[in-house]
């Protein structure tokens, strides 16, 4: 950006998306409007309004310098400091993974499944998603805490504990839950898969009527292959699952019957190359019964939903 030049909004993202363009990004466009929307305190709505607008020179050099990090490889999220999950704004930072939108048919399945328990017992979706004490879930790996405050957000009385190896990522999760006015409903616990349950306050111990977990599943050397953007900025700990990337979901599948009520479901979000292995341990376990494997919206076999005996 030469700095003799009239800038208005158009040509700022003209020539960034070229720029975003030649160093590899997936979403130019995208990006582009995202950082100048942030670096004008505006909404990309506004953006679109004001084409001819010009920004001031403060405004400039912060969308500028934005830009550079960007094509350094930084993610977007990190540079803007939050990410849409579910529709919910989500504050990210490098302290956690940031939220995929694979992980969002978690929650809708999770969802679903309350709305299908609730006819059994003759109840319509709605009233069990509002009545008390409805689902006791337990998060394993929670991040910035998007899954499980979407689902609190979505299943008003649901009690949730969400558990997290790192501390780092606990107090980001903290911050979100608050923002969103669920901490009441979401117990945040350090704890390796777990380990520390002993811990957990009373509303929020098991049995559990759902285990969910996105575990990280990146083998170590597909770690090694991982664009840069996620190896360079993004928490290796939320990433790498062990040697194959299956090691945290054989673990986590093998002690999750001894915290699930009977009758409870067991979710998963896995990496297409290692779930179906995790899949045949689940069917080879006495533990489970009705395991299935099902697709994320580009029909790569993704998740899992087992059943405790």
Same mark, same amino acid.
């Given at each position: 950006?030469?700095?003799?030049?009239?800038?208005?909004?158009?040509?700022?993202?003209?020539?960034?998306?070229?720029?975003?363009?030649?160093?590899?990004?997936?979403?130019?466009?995208?990006?582009?409007?995202?950082?100048?929307?942030?670096?004008?305190?505006?909404?990309?709505?506004?953006?679109?309004?004001?084409?001819?607008? +010009?920004?001031?020179?403060?405004?400039?050099?912060?969308?500028?310098?934005? +830009?550079?990090?960007?094509?350094?490889?930084?993610?977007?999220?990190?540079?803007?400091?939050?990410?849409?999950?579910?529709?919910? /704004?989500?504050?990210?930072?490098?302290?956690?993974?940031?939220?995929?939108?694979?992980?969002?048919?978690?929650?809708?399945?999770?969802?679903?499944?309350?709305?299908?328990?609730?006819?059994?017992?003759?109840?319509?979706?709605?009233?069990?998603?509002?009545?008390?004490?409805?689902?006791?879930?337990?998060? +394993?790996?929670?991040?910035?805490?998007?899954?499980?405050?979407?689902?609190?957000?979505?299943? !008003?009385?649901?009690?949730?504990?969400?558990?997290?190896?790192?501390?780092?990522?606990?107090?980001?999760?903290?911050?979100?839950?608050?923002?969103?006015?669920?901490?009441? /409903?979401?117990?945040?616990?350090?704890?390796?898969?777990?380990?520390?349950?002993?811990?957990?306050?009373?509303?929020?111990?098991?049995?559990?009527? +759902?285990?969910?977990?996105?575990?990280?599943?990146?083998?170590?050397?597909?770690?090694?292959?991982?664009?840069?953007?996620?190896?360079?900025?993004? !928490?290796?700990?939320?990433?790498?699952?062990?040697?194959?990337?299956?090691?945290?979901?054989?673990?986590?599948?093998?002690?999750? !019957?001894?915290?699930?009520?009977?009758?409870?479901?067991?979710?998963?979000?896995?990496?297409? &190359? &290692?779930?179906?292995?995790?899949?045949?341990?689940?069917?080879?376990?006495?533990?489970?019964?009705?395991?299935?494997?099902?697709?994320?919206?580009?029909?790569?076999?993704?998740?899992?939903?087992?059943?405790?005996?």
């Amino acid at each position: 950006m030469s700095q003799g030049e009239v800038w208005t909004i158009k040509s700022l993202l003209d020539w960034t998306v070229g720029f975003l363009q030649k160093k590899g990004s997936d979403s130019p466009r995208l990006d582009a409007e995202i950082l100048l929307a942030h670096a004008l305190g505006k909404s990309r709505v506004e953006l679109y309004v004001s084409y001819d607008a +010009v920004p001031d020179d403060e405004a400039r050099g912060k969308f500028r310098e934005l +830009v550079r990090r960007r094509g350094l490889g930084e993610p977007v999220a990190y540079l803007v400091g939050n990410k849409e999950f579910y529709s919910l /704004r989500f504050d990210v930072d490098k302290r956690a993974l940031i939220p995929r939108p694979e992980t969002e048919q978690l929650v809708l399945e999770i969802v679903e499944y309350v709305k299908k328990r609730a006819n059994a017992f003759g109840k319509s979706g709605a009233d069990e998603l509002a009545s008390a004490d409805a689902l006791r879930v337990c998060e +394993v790996g929670v991040g910035s805490g998007c899954l499980s405050i979407a689902l609190a957000k979505h299943v !008003p009385t649901a009690r949730i504990l969400a558990l997290d190896i790192s501390e780092d990522a606990l107090d980001v999760a903290r911050a979100n839950a608050a923002r969103h006015s669920v901490e009441d /409903r979401v117990e945040f616990l350090r704890s390796d898969l777990f380990d520390a349950l002993d811990a957990a306050s009373p509303d929020f111990a098991p049995p559990y009527d +759902v285990i969910v977990s996105n575990p990280p599943y990146v083998s170590q050397a597909e770690y090694a292959a991982l664009a840069p953007s996620v190896r360079e900025f993004e !928490p290796a700990l939320a990433l790498v699952g062990g040697p194959t990337g299956a090691e945290l979901a054989n673990k986590l599948v093998a002690r999750a !019957p001894d915290y699930l009520a009977s009758g409870g479901k067991l979710y998963l979000e896995l990496s297409p &190359t &290692t779930v179906e292995a995790v899949a045949s341990q689940i069917e080879q376990d006495a533990c489970w019964r009705d395991s299935r494997v099902f697709s994320d919206l580009a029909r790569a076999p993704r998740y899992i939903e087992a059943t405790r005996q």
